[in-house]
């Protein structure tokens, strides 16, 4: 199957523009599954992109015009763009070492026109934000477990071999499509000669914690290498962003509270609370503006009750309160609605969730041949992306950007994920059939209409019932981009009006719907 640059995906219908009915406005002929027809191109005053949970429509673009002010509706939405919400940074997947390889292994031209689909502004949806590992991670390549300092002692700092060969070169060629990209960078480890006390040691008696231990799995940072842990944290920065990749923000330790993961280190909130106030002065000192995020892990802090409300625990101390620029997240446990206290008690910090992966355990529950996309596809947006955003959510980033039809390759150490999927899935046979899977839809949903710089705004209005939900942004080019999610089994008109004009659109049962117009 040759990969489009229209960015959608398996299916493609002939669409032709329409001027919508007040209350149940014209749907595109979608076609029918597994046709690979080019779209017609209109212009309209609206964008449309829709996905259906059932698959009969993916990310299939079409478009409308507008209507003129009308009479006041039950389902219309209300809203003034001088009434702002969060500033959001984008969406994007992890460039992990696993899907690296991967495209690395695709034809140039089939691995351009992929990139480009996905972070092109002009051509693709232009998602701009990623996710990275500081080293290793469960998705490295072969027995390598790693950092940029596995040798004691700081003067032994170099970029790892493996990154050179994998990241950097996927880096390089999707920053030449968008130079504006965001990286987050994430350690599953620090250096080995750095750990001390054991792999399920707790406390915080010091000469337990000096102790040398002697595995990738676990273990804590030893007390007298914390200034030089921060030190290599910079290096790393100055080290990427020398090579042209912008270093965003970091993390201090990916999923802290997991003894269990190949590659890990336990990082509980007082060890984090104490890093960071070395590592936000060392940051300074370098003269780098990389923001520094608390947690990236569960919403549910891994059950450990003594690890609740992680980072406002940090908060409350402030002087390592100013050098946080908010917390990240996971949802392998717990709930969105963990947010909830986070936001309202610091709505100035921000919120980032950072990973969520398909797998066997969520995407093949039930048996279900190919992946559980019905009701996945519109869950899983439900949760991560509305539920983040609706709580100050400034961005998400999902696990593995590309893994082959065997769920890798990944580390083969105890720990690593060997159920995972990756945002799309490559056909080793060929490295050119591509499959792209729910978490895809979800990128290029929130990118395609959803740019770096806009603002969620507020909104009245429409009383939404459970299961459909409605966000509105203004984007830095005044476009007002909007994303919905049906979860209903019937189709829901909804309408936007201001003094000029009116939007019109009847969403389909169990769907995914991005639009965008200009004000």
């Not at 493609?12 to 076609?31: F, H, M, V």
């Not at 030190?231 to 270093?247: H, L, P, R, S």
């Not at 802090?301 to 390592?320: F, H, M, R, T, V």
């Not at 969105?336 to 936001?343: H, P, S």
């Amino acid at each position: 199957m040759k990969i489009s640059t229209i960015f959608i995906s398996g299916i493609l219908g002939c669409l032709c523009a329409c001027n919508c009915a007040p209350d149940k406005p014209e749907q595109p002929d979608n076609g029918s599954q597994g046709e690979l027809n080019p779209p017609v191109e209109q212009v309209n005053d609206v964008t449309v992109y829709q996905t259906y949970a059932d698959k009969r429509g993916l990310f299939v673009k079409s478009g409308f015009d507008f209507s003129k002010p009308g009479s006041m509706s039950p389902y219309q939405v209300t809203y003034d763009k001088s009434k702002t919400l969060q500033e959001i940074d984008g969406f994007g997947l992890a460039v992990t070492t696993a899907s690296c390889y991967n495209l690395l292994k695709m034809s140039q031209e089939d691995r351009t026109e992929f990139l480009t689909e996905l972070f092109s502004k002009e051509k693709g949806v232009g998602s701009s934000l990623i996710r990275v590992a500081i080293g290793a991670s469960d998705f490295c390549i072969g027995e390598n477990n790693y950092t940029w300092c596995d040798n004691e002692g700081l003067e032994n700092f170099a970029v790892h071999p493996e990154d050179k060969e994998y990241l950097f070169p996927v880096l390089k060629e999707i920053y030449a499509i968008n130079p504006d990209v965001k990286i987050i960078g994430s350690p599953w480890s620090c250096p080995q000669w750095m750990k001390g006390g054991s792999r399920y040691y707790e406390g915080y008696d010091e000469a337990t914690l000096e102790t040398r231990f002697n595995s990738w799995t676990s273990g804590r940072l030893r007390p007298s290498c914390y200034d030089d842990y921060a030190e290599y944290f910079v290096k790393w920065i100055q080290t990427m962003e020398a090579e042209g990749f912008d270093i965003y923000a970091v993390t201090m330790q990916n999923e802290p509270l997991n003894h269990g993961n190949s590659m890990s280190l336990y990082m509980p909130w007082k060890d984090q609370l104490k890093f960071i106030k070395l590592l936000g002065p060392a940051i300074e000192k370098a003269g780098l503006d990389t923001k520094i995020m608390l947690f990236d892990h569960n919403y549910n802090y891994d059950g450990k009750s003594d690890q609740d409300n992680y980072p406002l625990n940090i908060y409350a101390d402030p002087e390592a309160e100013k050098w946080a620029a908010g917390s990240a997240w996971h949802n392998y446990g717990g709930s969105v609605t963990e947010l909830d206290e986070i936001y309202r008690t610091y709505p100035d910090k921000g919120i980032w969730f950072t990973e969520a992966s398909i797998g066997e355990w969520n995407y093949d529950a039930d048996g279900i041949v190919g992946g559980r996309f019905d009701p996945f596809v519109l869950d899983e947006f439900s949760n991560v992306f509305m539920g983040t955003m609706a709580r100050g959510g400034k961005g998400v980033t999902y696990w593995n950007l590309m893994l082959d039809q065997n769920k890798g390759p990944f580390s083969p150490h105890d720990g690593s994920c060997k159920t995972c999927y990756g945002g799309v899935t490559i056909n080793s046979t060929n490295y050119k059939t591509i499959t792209r899977n729910a978490h895809w839809y979800h990128v290029a949903h929130a990118s395609a209409v959803v740019k770096p710089g806009a603002r969620r705004l507020e909104t009245g209005g429409f009383s939404m019932q459970a299961g459909f939900e409605c966000q509105m942004f203004l984007n830095p080019d005044n476009t007002i981009g909007v994303l919905i999610c049906n979860r209903l089994n019937q189709d829901q008109p909804i309408i936007f009006a201001n003094t000029k004009f009116t939007v019109k659109y009847s969403v389909p049962a169990k769907s995914l719907v991005s639009l965008l117009w200009q004000e």
